[in-house]
């Protein structure tokens, strides 16, 4: 494994208990926020100490508890891109990249490559204040590839540019670590964002991993109620699993599920665009009372009381396209279902 992480760190009430191994891929760290993301990353580079575990990069130990080892930062050939990207503010553009480069006698001519690669020839001379935010990005990380890494960390790298600048700051963002031959761990709460950038996610909750997916097994299969409210899923109700049937209590509902259920399963994650007006006579079909209906910008969504829900169940979200909603006839009442494959069962 090009990264190995398996490491416990306390921090007053909060307990940090993450294990992942990653490939010299892009592997996202998806989870809300305080959940420990950020922390895993100072922990693998070094910046705090985990009080027990080992992080192995590339065959170099970086952290061993039982054997005494915690480099310092500087060996550890790992890259770091904050969120505020902490360049040096009394420097020039030029000047903080090649502060990244660790031989003296490249610092010129490196710096150069990276201003030209980067597309900061025309700011070289300006200092952090004078540029954009995506200007700033684009140092940073020419500042980190300059000390050639062997893995590069990004702590939720958008966080700190206006929306109009994140999607092309992406795109730049995106191409550049395409070329990249290491490991990159992406932080982000932002599933969109992971979806477009990793092939690989491990989910973290609590401050601890809730193991490695990949993209199609968290959008499309995920085995915990973490993993499914991480993939966007906002309908969840307490079940009784009976082979191929589940009770929802609270819904006053039985349907039929298409998946196998996973052991110690207690709910189900059903997403609100897998929801759809039917005929009575569509398998997994029940009537509902439409409670209130919001318009978003290409959607509306339907929140929904089916007819046996208990008087304090937290209601159905299901979300059209708005044309399909305004396509329905009777939008006080009507009948929904749920296909058996799209129902998730969840721990």
Same mark, same amino acid.
């Given at each position: ?9 306390? #921090?007053?009430? &909060?307990q ?13 760290l ?14 693998? *580079?070094?910046?705090? /100490?985990?009080?027990?575990?080992k ?55 490196a ?11 025309d ?12 200007q ?15 893995a ?23 191409? $550049?670590?395409?070329? &990249? ?30 193991? $490695? &997916? /990949? ?14 409210? #991480? ?7 307490? *079940?009784?699993f ?5 009770? !929802? ?32 006579? $569509? ?36 979300? #059209? ?13 009507? /009948?929904?279902a749920?296909?058996p494959?799209d129902? !998730?069962? !969840?721990?």
């Amino acid at each position: 494994m090009a990264l190995s992480v398996d490491i416990r760190k306390k #921090l007053g009430d &909060f307990q940090l208990d993450v294990r992942f191994d990653a490939e010299n891929e892009a592997l996202a760290l998806l989870g809300a926020s305080g959940c420990g993301k950020s922390v895993t990353l100072r922990c693998i *580079a070094g910046i705090l /100490t985990p009080d027990e575990g080992k992080i192995v990069l590339d065959g170099v130990t970086l952290f061993d508890s039982a054997a005494g080892i915690d480099l310092p930062p500087r060996k550890r050939q790992i890259g770091y891109l904050f969120q505020q990207y902490a360049l040096f503010p009394h420097m020039t553009v030029r000047q903080n990249i090649a502060a990244g480069v660790r031989e003296r006698a490249r610092r010129e001519s490196a710096a150069a490559q990276l201003l030209r690669r980067f597309r900061l020839e025309d700011v070289a001379d300006l200092r952090p204040a004078q540029i954009s935010g995506g200007q700033q990005q684009r140092t940073a990380l020419a500042r980190i590839l300059a000390s050639e890494p062997k893995a590069i960390l990004l702590d939720e790298p958008f966080s700190a540019l206006d929306s109009y600048l994140q999607h092309q700051v992406e795109l730049e963002l995106a191409e $550049t670590l395409e070329q &990249f031959p290491g490991t990159v761990l992406w932080v982000s709460h932002d599933r969109g964002e992971v979806f477009r950038n990793c092939k690989r996610v491990c989910v973290l909750d609590g401050g601890c991993s809730q193991g $490695t &997916f /990949t993209l199609r097994e968290l959008f499309h299969e995920p085995k915990t109620e973490a993993a499914a409210r #991480l993939s966007g899923c906002k309908n969840y109700a307490e *079940a009784i699993f009976d082979g191929d049937r589940i009770t !929802l209590p609270q819904l006053g509902l039985t349907l039929l599920c298409g998946k196998d259920i996973p052991k110690g399963a207690r709910c189900v994650g059903i997403r609100a665009n897998h929801i759809y007006p039917c005929e009575p006579t $569509t398998v997994n079909a029940f009537p509902c009372t439409v409670t209130r209906v919001v318009q978003d910008v290409f959607t509306t969504i339907v929140l929904l009381r089916p007819e046996g829900a208990a008087p304090d169940a937290e209601p159905l979200r299901m979300e #059209l396209p708005r044309e399909a909603w305004y396509a329905v006839p009777d939008k006080n009442c009507l /009948t929904v279902a749920v296909q058996p494959r799209d129902i !998730l069962p !969840l721990k």
